[in-house]
């Protein structure tokens, strides 16, 4: 029984080596990257200005409450 169990999974290797193997092969034929043009690809784009990189605002210089995990309704004031 033990031996039907595994025969389901033949086929799903099967698919998972060829897929790999014709990766492997499409790889090959890709050619190598200009390390030149990549460095400079890169440096462009970390001299770019992101966004969390902007100077923040007067909400986002104030200290965060430190939150305490427990939810505290403010006093009535009766």
Known sequence: ???EILWWLAPPVVVTVVAMAWVTWAGERRGQVDREVAVERLARALRQESPGQKVPGPAATRPRDRSTGIAVR???GE
């Open 1 to 3: 029984m033990a031996v």
């Open 74 to 76: 403010p006093s009535r």
